[in-house]
């Protein structure tokens, strides 16, 4: 069965450094998202990308987010400069807007951020 | 703001019994409905979506979709223990993008 593969699990960073979050959404689909969950919070919406471009962000995702497509596989989630507060689990996801369940969106497994 | 609603619990029920699970929405625009099962430490699995008013049915699991009152539910028949997890109620308005809203989550502990 198809599915959403992130990498790393888990990724340590000091304050301040740059990192980046990789994903390879399913091969089919066209809509890629960005969502992040603080431990024991809720699921937040980050950015959504389509046709190349960033479709929708949230007042999350400031100037320190950044979102690309740097092949036909790979999606990355880039930020410049981390702070103890981004600390999260960093969840992937893409969807197929064209097929029968065109909202469904598949979640990968998560990358664990923790900035130290 | 655009809410989702959703009582944090725990929930807890005997095995074989029925667990009901609700979620209360803001935006009356909003179009799709989506139940996900968190386990801890993991990625939300979709469990159903639902579209239209009434219920829709798969497997042990009964979603039900009320607009006028803007109130979504999940009922899941014969509990069992590794159905223990937090279920995410999201909403889904296009006109709002493609982003999900997520609810906080109900924690459900299902008992042996």
């Known amino acids: 069965e198809p599915e959403v593969t992130q990498t790393p699990s888990h990724q340590v960073t000091q304050m301040g450094q740059e990192v980046i979050l990789r994903c390879v959404p399913i091969?089919?689909?066209?809509?890629f998202y960005w969502y992040r969950q603080i431990l024991g919070q809720k699921v937040e919406f980050l950015v959504s990308f389509y046709n190349n471009e960033i479709s929708e962000k949230s007042e999350i995702f400031d100037d320190q987010f950044s979102v690309e497509r740097p092949d036909g596989s790979n999606f990355t989630l880039k930020i410049r400069s981390t702070k103890l507060e981004d600390s999260a689990m960093y969840f992937c996801a893409s969807s197929d807007p064209w097929g029968p369940s065109r909202t469904e969106a598949f979640f990968g497994q998560g990358t664990r951020l923790t900035v130290v | 703001q655009k809410e989702v609603e959703q009582n944090s619990g725990p929930l807890s029920v005997p095995e074989g019994a029925i667990a009901s699970l609700n979620c209360t929405y803001s935006?009356?625009?909003?179009?799709?409905f989506f139940w996900y099962r968190q386990y801890s430490g993991k990625s939300p699995e979709l469990i159903m979506f639902i579209y239209s008013n009434g219920d829709k049915e798969d497997g042990r699991f009964t979603a039900q979709l009320n607009k006028a009152s803007q109130y979504v539910s999940l009922l899941i028949r014969d509990s069992q223990p590794s159905d223990s997890a937090t279920y995410l109620c999201a909403v889904f308005n296009s006109n709002s993008g493609y982003a999900l809203n997520f609810g906080k989550g109900t924690s459900l502990l299902v008992t042996p």
């Open positions: 091969s089919n689909h066209l809509y």
């Open positions: 935006d009356r625009g909003s179009q799709s």
